[in-house]
Structure formats: C-alpha cells, structure tokens
C-alpha cells in the first residue's frame, strides 16, 4: 500500500515536470520560429493570407486595407510554425489532455492581441463560430436503424431551426466492422442517405470528404487511422474513390476531415494540394503538432479544432459563453458529434445552438477570405 503510493507520488511529480520541460521548451521554440517569422513576414504568402483570415470583416467592410496588416505583432500571431519533433508532439498532446496547453491562451489570445495593435478600440466585436459536425453517415451503421436517422434529423433540425450553419463531415461508404483493419467489407450510401445529403444541401449544410469508408488500418485505439501507411499513390487512389461516390450525388466537397482526426505530417502536402481546407482536431497532435487555427498553411488553409471547443455541447457552451462576452470577434473552429448528443433530451444542443445564432458564420465566407 505504502509502495503504491510512492509510486502514484512519483508519478505525479515526474507529470509535473514534463509539464514544466514543455512549457520552456515549446517557448524558446516559438520563439526561434517568431523571430524568423518576423524576418521573413514581407515575404511569406502564408502570412499574408492568414491575417486576412484575422481581419477578414474589416478587410470585406473597407476598414482596414492590408498595408494596415503589416505589423510585427500580425506577424508573430500568424506567422506558420514548423512541425515540432515527434518527442515534443506527444508532450504537447499530453500537456493538452492536462489541462496545461490552453488554447484560449495559446490560440485565442495571440490573434486578439494582434486585432489590438491594428484596430485599437475597434477591435472587439462578435467572435465567428465554424461548425463541423462529425459524421454522417455515423462510422460503424453498417446496418442501418431507424433511430439512427431519426436522431440525426432531430439535430440537424436544431442547428437550422436556430440559423446555425455547419459543415458535415461525409464518408463516400459504409465500412463492416469499421473499428476491425482486417477486413474489408463496406457499402455504398443507401437511398436514405442519399436523400438525406440532398435535404442538407438544400439547407445550405457545406460538406466535407470523411475518408472513404472510415475503416481504420490500425486496430489500436490511439492509432487509429484510415490514412496513416498510405502511400501517395494509395492515398490518391482513396480521395479519388470517395471523391467519385460523392460525385455521383452531386456533392463536390472543397473541404477534407480526416476520419479519426489522423493523418502523418507527410501527406499533408498532398491533401492541401487536392482541398482548399484540411481539418484536424486533438488527435492530429501527435502526428502534426499543435497550430493556431485556421491559418493558411502552404496550398490550404489548416484548421484544426481543440477543447474546449471540439467535445460535446455542454462542455462547448461555457467556452462560446466566454468568447462572447470577450467580444474575441475571431474565427473560432467548432466540431461536434452528432451520435453524441443523441440519447439525451437534446437540450444541451438547443442550448448551444441559441448561443451559436448570430454568430455562428458559414464555411463558403472562410473559403471567401
């Protein structure tokens, strides 16, 4: 008993420390790549076209010109980070899961204080909630039931009843066993899917690729993946099929979701090449690293989104409580599960979806900026 709780201290005081390393090490790395971000600022189309992400409603409204952008404190918030080493992504991911990597802090902060130096009084205002919503058709419905529809229908009916626009993350098939890489039996949509994407574009839902069939090709938990292994030719060959099915009912999408959230640092090139946005969220850590969001990222825009902004409605709502009273007036990526807020009454959602009215902004105006 006495061991075990010398261990269980131990423990608890080598977390700390890890905590400790990162917090240096990940602040004398920023610091390096802000000062050649700072050198490099004229020059760097990335930069550019984050900040008119930033200030995109000042831009669009004539307000600001983007000579008025050429600031280094612009610079230092949106300025790309390079891929961190693969030690300081797990620390990252884990100081995240500990609560000591806040992205209100890390992410929010930086990009408000830069709307200060360039807008002074003027720059508080209504933050810009991006939904995702993660997918449909839901991973694993191989077999489709009927409450499965019904509850999808109930929340889509929320988010548009309060005149919430989203994105929906879409999957071109249906895998058996989705969770099992040894197989490899899946299913086209059915008629009711089908439809149901029809009823959604006619609501103004946007869409995103979600892999092919969301069969993952590694059955650990922490791994799983339907991209991480594929070759570019075998990742081509992926994006393609799905691309085609999803064609065929007449979605186009302009915007990638990895299904799991993973995807290696070497296919990023390729996937930005092929989608003008590739998303992520807490899983992409350990393979990417963590990044502001959304920042323009070579040939796309990258946004992943983190806690406590990606999870269920309840723990999302304080965070958009406090953006709005902060008046952040940013961009602020948002990804919910629709198979988790069923089962409920639903009215955590019908709570966040009041908060989102107003502020919530479509993905078509992100793609415009």
Not at 41 to 65: K, M, N, T, Y
Not at 253 to 260: K, L, N, S, T
Request: hydrophobic fraction near 45%; charged fraction near 25%; aromatic fraction near 8%.
């Amino acid at each position: 008993m006495v061991g075990s709780r010398w261990h269980r201290g131990r423990d608890r005081v080598y977390g700390r420390q890890i905590l400790t390393a990162l917090r240096i090490f990940i602040t004398r790395i920023a610091g390096v790549a802000v000062a050649v971000g700072l050198a490099l600022a004229a020059l760097s189309p990335d930069s550019q076209r984050s900040a008119r992400i930033v200030f995109a409603d000042e831009l669009r409204a004539g307000r600001v010109l983007e000579r008025d952008l050429d600031r280094p404190e612009v610079a230092r918030a949106v300025a790309p980070r390079p891929i961190p080493p693969a030690a300081v992504r797990r620390l990252q991911r884990l100081a995240m899961k500990r609560g000591g990597f806040d992205f209100e802090a890390r992410n929010l902060a930086p990009l408000a204080a830069a709307r200060r130096a360039v807008l002074g009084p003027q720059a508080p205002g209504p933050p810009r909630f991006l939904v995702r919503v993660d997918e449909f058709p839901l991973a694993g419905a191989y077999v489709e039931g009927r409450r499965g529809v019904a509850d999808f229908a109930r929340f889509h009916a929320i988010l548009t009843d309060a005149g919430v626009p989203y994105l929906i993350a879409v999957s071109a098939g249906v895998a058996r066993d989705y969770l099992d890489p040894s197989l490899t039996e899946s299913r086209p949509l059915s008629d009711r899917e089908l439809a149901t994407l029809q009823q959604l574009r006619a609501d103004g839902v946007s869409f995103a690729l979600h892999g092919f069939d969301h069969r993952t090709r590694d059955a650990r938990s922490r791994r799983r993946s339907e991209l991480v292994g594929l070759d570019d030719a075998s990742l081509s060959e992926l994006l393609d099929r799905g691309t085609a099915r999803l064609a065929e009912a007449g979605i186009h999408p302009r915007v990638f979701a990895p299904p799991f959230n993973r995807f290696e640092a070497r296919q990023y090139g390729l996937l930005a090449r092929r989608y003008e946005i590739v998303c992520g969220g807490p899983e992409s850590v350990p393979l990417f690293g963590f990044h502001r969001t959304p920042l323009w990222r070579g040939e796309a825009i990258y946004m992943p989104a983190y806690p406590p902004f990606y999870g269920r409605s309840c723990e999302i709502a304080a965070a958009a409580q406090r953006a709005i009273a902060a008046q952040a007036a940013l961009p602020i990526p948002v990804v919910l599960h629709w198979a988790w807020e069923a089962g409920g009454d639903w009215s955590d959602l019908e709570r966040l979806a009041r908060l989102f009215a107003g502020h919530a902004r479509p993905w078509d105006e992100l793609l415009a900026a």
